[in-house]
């Protein structure tokens, strides 16, 4: 990989970020953080002849599957109460208790094994 694709790489996954920052609606706080994902997964395989940096590559790639099902999982629970892309009514009930948790467990994912790849 040469300086071009890891720059394009890294102003990808910051642009990701950047949308992040401006999300009003369920697709985009989905799709920003895969951006960002997906460009760290690129980026953690940097080294290609390093077993030990492909081995890391694809825990950190299937690490992120998993977390990004439960993400998705959540905001499939949020959408069904809350009917709308828009978060803009969320009532109080135990669904959005279960919502959230899987949410929340699904970020949380998203950044643990960034630090234990």
Known sequence: MDLTEFLLFVL????????????NDLITIFVAPECFSLCSYLLSGYTKKDVRSNEANTKYLLMGVASSSIL???????Y???NDLI?????NSPRISIALIFITVG???????APSH
Do not use: D, R
């Not at 970020?107 to 094994?113: E, T």
């Open 12 to 23: 990808t996954a910051s642009l990701g970020g950047i949308f992040l920052c401006g999300a």
């Open 87 to 91: 978060n803009t009514q969320i009532y």
């Open 72 to 78: 998705v999982h959540g905001f499939s629970w949020l």
């Open 80 to 82: 069904e109460i809350v």
């Open 107 to 113: 970020i949380g994912f998203k950044l643990f094994p």
